[in-house]
Every structure is written in C-alpha cells, then in structure tokens.
C-alpha cells in the first residue's frame, strides 16, 4: 500500500490485495477495499483495478465508492461456490485537501 499527496491536493492511493475468493450462487465474489486514509470531501475521482495473475475471474466492477474505501465484485467464474485465486492491484485518484 502506498500514497502520494500533491500540493494542488491530488491524492492517489494504491494497494494490493492477495488472497483467494470464493464465489456466490451468481459465480461472483465481493471484496472491501479500506484506503490508507480517508479522501477529503468527496470519493475518489477514479478507481482503478489490474487482475495481479490469470485466473478464472474473468472480470472486476468496483461500486460503493466513498472516501473510505470501494467494493470490488469479481465476475465471470466457471462455478458457483467455488475458490479462486484473485489477486488485484488497485489505484484511487481523488483529493486529500
């Protein structure tokens, strides 16, 4: 995890998160995403996530944006009720002033 503030008050946020999920009766998995420190204001402007490695994810939809942290849903499992790798990267760019 890591940050860089800017003097006109840009912010971006990054991390990673490790580990496996394991999928609902639709064949997604939820993930919580807790920022370093909270946005000032608002949410982030943008949220951004990378897939670290192949998996059987087949994709990623990231809602419930607050200064905070984001939810990431991981799409498009094969199976339902099953544990996948899914590892991601993520990057938020919003404001800290």
């Not at 890591?2 to 490790?18: E, H, L, M, N, R």
């Not at 370093?36 to 944006?65: E, M």
């Not at 899914?86 to 919003?94: D, E, H, K, Q, Y």
Request: hydrophobic share 45%; glycine share 10%.
């Amino acid at each position: 995890v890591g940050y860089s503030k800017f003097p006109d008050g840009t912010y971006i946020q990054w991390g990673f998160f490790a580990g496996d999920a394991t999928t609902n009766s639709n064949k997604n998995a939820t993930r919580q995403i807790t920022f370093h420190s909270a946005f000032a204001g608002t949410a982030p402007v943008s949220v951004l996530i990378t897939p670290a490695s192949a998996n059987y994810l087949n994709g990623f939809c990231v809602d419930n944006i607050a200064v905070t942290g984001f939810r990431v849903i991981l799409m498009g499992a094969l199976a339902a009720n099953t544990t996948y790798a899914s590892g991601f990267r993520w990057t938020a760019i919003g404001r800290w002033k």
